[in-house]
């Protein structure tokens, strides 16, 4: 059983950046594409993007988040990465990370297709 901790989450002002980490135990990440989802108070849960376990990775993103948010990963460390930069006060949130079994290029955006989930963290943009 795979179980994601996220970490990194925090209070910051727009314009600036955080990084999130999702670490998992439990089991190896190297065959789950790994997908950064966030819900904001009173709203839906969102796809905010998602890394494939391919060697030569694949990506991809809301386009909400696009050109400001990368995803990263480190197969070695059981981690993944969501760098976030130039921050809106709409990106206040709290950001889940989740793994989901899949093909090799598969960067489904369907919250349907991940098997584990963290437990999230709270990122707060201030204006």
């Known amino acids: 059983q795979v179980q994601l901790v996220e970490s990194g989450g925090g209070l910051v002002q727009a314009g600036g950046s955080l990084r999130l980490s999702c670490a998992a135990s439990?089991?190896?990440?190297?065959?789950?594409?790994m997908g950064w989802f966030r819900q904001a108070p009173g709203k839906a849960r969102e796809f905010v993007g998602v890394?494939?376990?391919?060697?030569?990775?694949?990506?991809n993103y809301a386009d909400s988040v696009k050109g400001r948010f990368t995803i990263s990963r480190d197969n070695a460390k059981n981690t993944v990465y969501l760098q976030m930069n130039s921050l809106k006060p709409e990106d206040t949130a709290v950001y889940y990370c989740?793994?989901?079994?899949?093909?090799?290029?598969?960067?489904?955006?369907?919250?349907?297709?991940?098997?584990?989930w963290g437990q999230g963290t709270q990122v707060t943009v201030s204006s």
């Open positions: 989740a793994a989901g079994g899949s093909a090799l290029y598969d960067v489904s955006p369907n919250p349907n297709e991940y098997d584990y």
């Open positions: 439990g089991g190896t990440l190297r065959r789950y594409k």
């Open positions: 890394i494939s376990w391919s060697v030569v990775v694949t990506t």
